[in-house]
């Protein structure tokens, strides 16, 4: 069973600019999750996809959105870049997210540079 | 608002020694409780995870965790580490409430074992 997949793995951006980090969840899987692991500060929850719909999102100013497809893929667009933006960005995906559908499964991660 | 505590950032062991990683949650509803162990240059992984039931669950490579709810405390244990288990270890708090949930994760534990 393939797992969750990001793309790119890697992605350097200047200030200002726009990313989009990309997240394929395991089938079957509705809910996608994003999280970024800034260095010091371990997973802050970002964003929760089910179903096509925005379920919730964490403490993120709203340069950081995203969507998720019909198919349950997902993207994450971080607007308006800035230096504290660098770090990884992970993925998860799980079953519909009511009562013990979890854990989630992590893709490997984006990482993100600002320069 | 929701938050995870791990009280060690670094922990150094030898091999052999006994392992004993603090969490705390701060939140007073229902929760499903999870460690996950990031190895070097890999992605997330579930270690082991506490939904209901006996208190003291047991999870892969020897790891076990017991919830004190008296204490919101969900402490990971090992009797005897190994090198192998050199590693980041994340502590997750599921919260409950309103019809949606949200995985809080602490800031993470690094564990170096020196053989």
């Known amino acids: 069973e393939a797992g969750v997949t990001q793309s790119p793995t890697h992605l350097i951006k200047t200030r200002g600019q726009q990313a989009t980090l990309r997240c394929s969840p395991i089938?079957?899987?509705?809910?996608v999750y994003w999280y970024q692991q800034a260095l010091g500060l371990g997973l802050q929850f970002l964003l929760w996809y089910d179903e096509g719909e925005e379920r919730n999102r964490g403490n993120f100013p709203p340069r950081f959105s995203g969507r998720q497809f019909p198919n349950y893929s997902s993207e994450l667009n971080v607007n308006a870049l800035e230096l504290e933006d660098s770090a990884l960005y992970l993925c998860?995906?799980?079953?519909?997210?009511?009562?013990?559908?979890?854990?989630?499964?992590f893709g490997d991660g984006t990482r993100l540079s600002i320069l | 608002a929701q938050s995870v505590s791990q009280h060690n950032h670094h922990v150094i062991l030898s091999e052999a020694a006994s392992l004993e990683l603090g969490c705390n949650y701060s939140y007073g509803g229902t929760v499903n409780l999870f460690w996950y162990v990031q190895y070097p240059g890999q992605h997330l992984q579930l270690l082991l995870k506490y939904f209901s039931g006996d208190p003291l669950v047991k999870g892969i490579k020897g790891f076990e965790a017991e919830f004190i709810k008296s204490k919101f405390s969900f402490n990971l244990r090992k009797p005897s580490v190994q090198w192998s288990d050199t590693a980041e270890y994340f502590c997750a708090v599921n919260a409950f409430s309103g019809g949606y949930n949200k995985l809080i994760f602490g800031a993470g534990t690094r564990l170096a074992v020196h053989p």
């Open positions: 089938s079957g899987h509705t809910s």
């Open positions: 998860a995906s799980s079953f519909k997210d009511r009562g013990d559908d979890q854990p989630q499964h």
